[in-house]
């Protein structure tokens, strides 16, 4: 029989899911997060989840990684378990169930991350790879795929379930739903426009997606499911390969590159937060520390001056 906890759990997942538009990879990560603290904690009620026992959790989640020896869990890891459980104590006190207040836990401090993006040259050379053996369906693909995650900054998943109608080619933007089922506006510029006109253009299928899985033995003539988000990066990757950039390239890192062009032409930090679809401004931060011009023109005015 499941234990007064694991119901609550249940309950808030489905909160999430139903009322809050949650994905179902965050409801997945919920799910492990609340049922890996609840098994620690052995099944307690909610009144006696204390400050104690989350101290004692913090110091086994610092201290272990079950299954694994001779390691630890990650700071950011430690703090997707916190962040997990403040937002379940959250769902407990709206529904007046007794239980610790969610401000009592603090998240870990962690180290400022680092971002990785593409300089000019490399994302020249990126996006000219899937050309190098001509213009075949799957080429065009390719470069429209990469042309529009570079020019609307979009994730991997929202860029995956693009389908055609959504997009107006006429007006250069559209509106996509990100985290949190959140609606933004993004943007194509010329060359995006180009390459999705090309592509479109050269395929024969009547399938609703933007971007689908091609065989090419097939050359396009049948429908086809949507080109998956694991497919993108595996293509990304090989074309990162191709390009002789050494350093890892993913989606994301032509999302991160994205929003370090934008800064570094003088875009403000707020509009940025808007294109990207961040819910706090505290994410988009990140991006400052490699885009500021006024302190590498500082540096070059007053650094290595002889009197």
Not at 21 to 47: C, E, M, Q, V
Not at 83 to 106: C, N, Q, V
Request: aromatic letters at 8%; glycine letters at 4%; charged letters at 30%.
């Amino acid at each position: 029989m499941p234990s007064q906890l694991n119901k609550f759990i249940t309950d808030f997942l489905e909160y999430l899911e139903v009322e809050r538009g949650r994905s179902t990879r965050t409801i997945r990560n919920y799910d492990f997060y609340l049922h890996r603290f609840a098994n620690w904690a052995k099944h307690p009620a909610p009144p006696n989840i204390t400050d104690d026992l989350i101290r004692r959790f913090r110091l086994w989640l610092n201290r272990s990684v079950p299954g694994r020896l001779d390691s630890t869990i990650k700071k950011n890891t430690q703090n997707y378990h916190l962040i997990a459980l403040r937002t379940f104590l959250k769902y407990l006190a709206r529904r007046d169930i007794k239980s610790l207040s969610p401000d009592k836990i603090e998240l870990a401090k962690t180290q400022s991350r680092l971002v990785a993006f593409l300089e000019d040259e490399e994302l020249e050379r990126i996006l000219k790879a899937p050309l190098t053996n001509g213009e075949d369906l799957i080429a065009l693909r390719d470069r429209a795929i990469l042309e529009t995650l570079f020019s609307t900054g979009l994730r991997v998943s929202e860029l995956a379930n693009l389908k055609i109608d959504e997009i107006n080619l006429k007006r250069d933007e559209f509106t996509v739903r990100g985290k949190g089922d959140k609606p933004r506006v993004v943007f194509l510029s010329d060359s995006a426009k180009e390459w999705l006109k090309k592509y479109l253009n050269k395929r024969q299928d009547t399938s609703p997606y933007m971007f689908i899985c091609h065989d090419r033995a097939k050359l396009g003539r049948e429908d086809s499911g949507p080109i998956t988000p694991r497919s993108i990066e595996r293509m990304v990757q090989y074309y990162s390969k191709a390009a002789g950039i050494t350093k890892r390239i993913t989606p994301h890192t032509l999302r991160h590159t994205f929003a370090t062009d934008l800064l570094r032409n003088g875009a403000d930090i707020r509009s940025v937060q808007s294109l990207l679809g961040h819910a706090s401004i505290t994410t988009t931060q990140v991006y400052t520390h490699i885009t500021n011009k006024q302190l590498k023109d500082i540096h070059k005015k007053f650094h290595g001056k002889k009197n």
